[in-house]
């Protein structure tokens, strides 16, 4: 059965697309007038808890993490373009292996962040910041208590990101 899937709009086609996780039937995209199976080619292994979210500066799909059933996973892919195609990205710098973490895109200042999640031994409440090519870990002066598989989303009229729910130790 799927578990925990990703949706995510591409900004370069307008498919809305599903990654479903753990699943022969990992990939499926919504256009105006059905679903049909996504065909992206190469694609990330098989994986659930991924943060997934639409790059809108860059027209691109940001993936990472996860994990399968070798483990917590730390990869960083990119869907860009009309090509169907996703791409291993290579930082130099990166968020430590994950799963339940989200992304949301910042508009304003336009760079992804990445929040939390949960590794082998522990809930997290880092924030990385990617710019398109590497991840930087942020230093903000407070940050919500360490929690995975939580909402998180952008707000167009205050220029925040909001975050709500999840799971966590307290």
């Given at each position: ?7 995510v709009?591409?900004?370069n ?10 699943d ?15 065909d992206y080619r ?6 659930v ?9 860059r ?7 996860g994990?399968n059933?070798?483990?917590?996973l ?5 869907a ?6 996703f791409v291993r990205?290579?930082?130099?710098t ?12 910042d ?9 939390g ?6 809930f997290?409440n ?11 870990k ?5 940050s ?27």
């Amino acid at each position: 059965k799927p578990q925990d899937p990703a949706l995510v709009r591409n900004p370069n086609t307008n498919e809305l697309l599903m990654y479903m996780g753990r699943d022969d039937d990992a990939g499926w995209a919504y256009i105006q007038v059905g679903w049909r199976r996504s065909d992206y080619r190469p694609a990330p292994s098989m994986r659930v808890g991924q943060g997934v979210a639409a790059d809108v500066s860059r027209q691109e799909v940001v993936m990472f993490g996860g994990a399968n059933d070798t483990g917590f996973l730390g990869d960083t892919w990119i869907a860009a373009g009309t090509r169907n195609t996703f791409v291993r990205m290579k930082p130099t710098t990166s968020p430590s292996p994950r799963n339940g973490h989200r992304l949301a895109y910042d508009r304003l200042r336009k760079t992804m962040v990445l929040f939390g999640g949960r590794d082998a031994s522990r809930f997290l409440n880092d924030t990385w910041l990617w710019d398109g090519t590497n991840w930087r870990k942020a230093q903000p002066a407070t940050s919500p208590t360490p929690r995975a598989f939580y909402g998180l989303a952008f707000d167009d009229p205050s220029g925040d990101i909001f975050l709500v729910g999840g799971e966590g130790d307290s």
